[in-house]
């Protein structure tokens, strides 16, 4: 992330994770620190930073408001996108070694809540742009073309560094998504994000090293699974005593529902289906380790973990906001039949970007469904339980490969 690197290759890489992501593509000159220290302004360079707003409409006879207040606003957004690539790469980067301690739950944690804050700030940003009419976009439209939003470099990269799968995405104009950029650079950069781990790989390998899932020791799965199954048992029967046959047939159907979804999560088969169809992203295990998690959750050593796996959702809800109401802007501004800045669909290709196909961690959204009561959770053995406290870690067992984050 440093501003005075201006070459793709002087990245560091870690284990395939580009840690010094540069959107600068251009020269810049090294900073010198005067002796004395530096004032604001140059520290920020704020004089740069106040001279990228160029209306093209100032080039004109008639130079129009509203584009200034356009320009600022995006360009707002790019600088949050370059602190959330800066974040996210952090984050990968810590999750992507395998002598982690607890320590770093805490980093972890506290990076990806900075993520849902800025996101939080990007979502009701929209509305400040909304304070343009249509009319007053009318007048600067046409200056824009071929530009669009579309064309923002970082967004995509915060996509693929989150784990948002090319053959989910909706093709652009009939086209790949990279057919819309022209510069080598930005192409091969946009392609090492697609080829590094992206934040969704590593969060499954790391919720497959989840301790209780071997089966020589707590063996949660297959507990869960038997509680399951009692549980499914007992709404059969329940079903069969039922004298009330429509009641009774209602009482079947949803027995025989949710035996079907769980057993879309019990049969390997069937849950690899699913992740071919794109409908699911975790591996079983994976799946396995985020649902022990959830459940458990109350336990020392899952507190943290179980509370990354709600921040990824808050990530995932809120960039779906984000899309919303970037969505709701272009139909108040250009409406639903025309086509946007870039040559795309406009409205209607932005809409089919709201679709689970776009949600990184809809897995985990899931989850809910796969829940069981509390006092139906397989009790922890007095060794499993000790596993799961803090003073395990803390004392005895820092450097145990079997961690979950480790």
Excluded at 197 to 224: A, D, H, I, M, V
Excluded at 313 to 324: E, V
């Amino acid at each position: 992330m440093d501003c005075s690197s201006n070459n793709m290759s002087d990245s560091v890489q870690t284990n395939g994770i580009d840690s010094n992501f540069n959107m600068d593509l251009s020269a810049s000159a090294s900073r010198v620190i005067p002796k004395g220290g530096m004032l604001y302004g140059e520290y920020l360079h704020v004089d740069r930073l106040l001279s990228c707003q160029e209306p093209v409409t100032a080039q004109t006879n008639n130079e129009v408001h509203d584009e200034h207040l356009f320009i600022i606003t995006h360009q707002a957004y790019e600088l949050w996108f370059k602190q959330i690539i800066h974040e996210i790469d952090s984050v990968r980067l810590i999750m992507n070694r395998r002598d982690v301690d607890e320590a770093n739950m805490l980093i972890i944690t506290s990076r990806l809540n900075r993520v849902v804050l800025i996101l939080k700030l990007l979502v009701d940003q929209v509305t400040i742009l909304e304070t343009m009419t249509p009319l007053d976009f009318m007048e600067f439209r046409n200056f824009l073309s071929p530009a669009s939003g579309f064309q923002s470099v970082q967004f995509r990269l915060i996509e693929n560094k989150l784990g948002v799968k090319n053959e989910l995405r909706t093709n652009y104009g009939k086209s790949h998504y990279l057919k819309i950029f022209e510069n080598p650079k930005v192409i091969d950069l946009i392609r090492l994000s697609e080829q590094e781990p992206s934040l969704c790989e590593l969060l499954q390998q790391w919720l497959e090293r989840t301790p209780g899932l071997e089966k020589n020791e707590f063996n949660f799965w297959e507990k869960y699974k038997t509680v399951v199954m009692e549980l499914l048992e007992r709404n059969r029967t329940e079903a069969d005593k039922e004298t009330d046959e429509q009641q009774k047939t209602l009482l079947l159907d949803d027995w025989k529902r949710k035996s079907e979804l769980f057993d879309s999560i019990f049969d390997v088969n069937k849950h690899n289906a699913l992740m071919a169809r794109g409908d699911r992203r975790f591996t079983h295990k994976a799946l396995q380790g985020a649902l022990m998690v959830s459940l458990y959750r109350d336990e020392p050593r899952f507190n943290q973990p179980f509370h990354i796996l709600m921040l990824l959702m808050d990530i995932d809800s809120l960039i779906t906001k984000w899309r919303y109401n970037h969505v709701e802007m272009v139909l108040r501004m250009i409406g639903a039949h025309q086509f946007g800045t870039g040559g795309s669909s406009g409205y209607h290709y932005l809409r089919s970007t709201l679709s689970d196909r776009y949600k990184v961690f809809v897995d985990l959204f899931n989850l809910s469904t796969f829940l069981i009561p509390r006092n139906c959770i397989p009790p922890l053995t007095p060794r499993m339980k000790k596993r799961l406290s803090v003073m395990e870690d803390i004392g005895e067992n820092m450097n145990d490969s079997e961690q979950i984050v480790d």
